[in-house]
């Protein structure tokens, strides 16, 4: 499968914490974006970083990128309630057709 | 349009029988996707259209599933014989070309009785 996968699966934790996800991938990359879904409807895009970016920032978030290991992590700082929703990483193939490839995602609860 | 359209909301179908579901992408967009997400799973990319192209086809499941896209705009994803399986939120999602994000739509939740 192509998929990227996620870790964690699950994550809970207290407002006011920070909440990390990582995701892996297996083919070379154009770009890694990552997205947000409440409610299993639409996706709303977070934040790109390219293939020669390492790290990226955008509000609260924090986005690195290592192609070496084909990995990235999200980190998301002073996490709110309304933080609350699943998390999924994407990557577009630097070669071949450009369709996006989701990972597993991160299901995030943010406690109040 | 402001964003991507997706009709219908929801659709509940018979097993057996044919259904349609509409994507209406971003104006001056190129690129056109179709996932499938069962609930509490990843998305499953079933097709992508790119300008004038031939679409990329390897994600559809079966020969059940078929979509077109015509003019270069509106997309129909067409599944015949609907069966339990096909039940799943079918995601529509567009976006200028490669280097930029992807705008989805609000899904089609589809339910096969």
């Known amino acids: 499968s192509q998929q990227g996968e996620e870790d964690p699966q699950a994550l809970s934790i207290q407002e006011g914490e920070n909440a990390t996800m990582n995701c892996s991938y297996k083919t070379s990359i154009n770009n890694l974006q990552w997205y947000r879904q409440n409610s299993g409807r639409g996706l709303v895009h977070l934040i790109l970083i390219r293939s020669n970016e390492r790290e990226k920032h955008s509000g609260r978030l924090r986005v690195t990128l290592d192609t070496s290991k084909k990995s990235s992590s999200l980190l998301i700082t002073a996490s709110r309630a309304a933080d609350t929703a699943s998390y999924f990483c994407a990557t577009v193939p630097s070669s071949g057709t450009y369709k996006y490839i989701f990972g597993t995602g991160t299901r995030l609860k943010v406690l109040a | 349009g402001a964003g991507v359209s997706q009709s219908p909301s929801n659709k509940v179908t018979e097993k057996g029988k044919d259904v349609e579901l509409r994507c209406d992408p971003i104006?001056?967009?190129?690129?056109l996707y179709w996932y499938r997400q069962s609930l509490g799973q990843g998305l499953e990319f079933l097709i992508y259209?790119?300008?004038?192209?031939?679409?990329?086809k390897s994600g559809l499941p079966s020969d059940r599933f078929s979509a077109e896209r015509t003019g270069g705009s509106v997309s129909t994803l067409t599944i015949q014989r609907t069966q339990q399986e096909d039940s799943a939120v079918y995601l529509c999602?567009?976006?200028?070309?490669?280097?930029?994000?992807?705008?989805f739509g609000q899904g089609t939740r589809l339910t096969v009785v």
């Open positions: 104006s001056g967009h190129t690129a």
């Open positions: 259209f790119q300008g004038n192209s031939a679409p990329d």
């Open positions: 999602a567009s976006s200028l070309n490669r280097n930029t994000e992807a705008f």
